[in-house]
Antibody
Framework: EVQLVESGGGLIQPGGSLRLSCAASGFIVSSDYMGWVRQAPGKGLDWVSV???????YYGDSVKGRFTISRDNSKNTVYLQMNSLRAEDTAVYYC????????????WGQGTLVTVSS | EIVMTQSPATLSVSPGERVTLSCWAS??????LAWYQQKPGQAPRVLIY???TRATGIPARFSGSGSGTEFTLTISSLQSEDFAVYYCQQYNNWPITFGQGTRLEIK
């Protein structure tokens, strides 16, 4: 059974850094395609970043240069390092696995809340 | 960036009714479109991908159609558990983009 469990969210001051983790089970992240999607309170879905099985990474314009996606194959875990955080980064961050037929998201974690506030 | 527009923003319907949700893309996305359902406090769940293919475990009352720039999600007979927010998403071009959502509420 595929499971994704996010952790690492919390309250952080503007300009601070935070690292989110997504522990996967039921499949091997290094052989698959993973992404992060966020949702600001009461708002819609916003794609953040993806990592390909080969290691290539892509980012949305709003986070490019500030966020870094990576993975630890030994822990079967994907990470999102978030630097220079802004109030507008406040959101629930979901880890998700790419679908078998394209870049939709077939499996999602439960999400972790990041609040950027002083 | 491809802009996805959903209509209407909110739809009030009664259980048992047939409902159609619309999604438009600012340029062609071929059939690379997915629909998601999201209930309060939960992660989104994929319903449809490839514009018309039901995801695993999705009831047959959900159907998707369209290609290019115009897409629809139809729920043939609304059940109580279907009241939620529905999002479309294109994955034809980077960046991946979502519509702003349609909320189905009980009439």
């Amino acid at each position: 059974e595929v499971q994704l469990v996010e952790s690492g969210g919390g309250l952080i001051q503007p300009g601070g850094s935070l690292r989110l983790s997504c522990a996967a089970s039921g499949f091997i992240v290094s052989s698959d395609y993973m992404g992060w999607v966020r949702q600001a309170p009461g708002k819609g879905l916003d794609w953040v970043s993806v990592i390909y099985s080969g290691g290539s990474t892509y980012y949305g314009d709003s986070v490019k240069g500030r966020f870094t996606i990576s993975r630890d194959n030994s822990k079967n875990t994907v990470y999102l390092q978030m630097n220079s955080l802004r109030a507008e980064d406040t959101a629930v961050y979901y880890c998700a696995r790419k679908g078998s037929s394209g870049w939709y998201f077939e499996y999602w974690g439960q999400g972790t809340l990041v609040t950027v506030s002083s | 960036e491809i802009v996805m527009t959903q209509s209407p923003a909110t739809l009030s319907v009664s259980p048992g009714e047939r409902v159609t949700l619309s999604c438009w893309a600012s340029q062609s996305v071929s059939s690379n479109l997915a629909w998601y359902q999201q209930k309060p406090g939960q992660a989104p769940r994929v319903l449809i991908y490839g514009a018309s293919t039901r995801a695993t475990g999705i009831p047959a009352r959900f159907s998707g159609s369209g290609s290019g720039t115009e897409f629809t999600l139809t729920i043939s007979s609304l059940q109580s558990e279907d009241f939620a927010v529905y999002y479309c998403q294109q994955y034809n071009n980077w960046p991946i983009t979502f519509g702003q959502g349609t909320r189905l509420e009980i009439k």
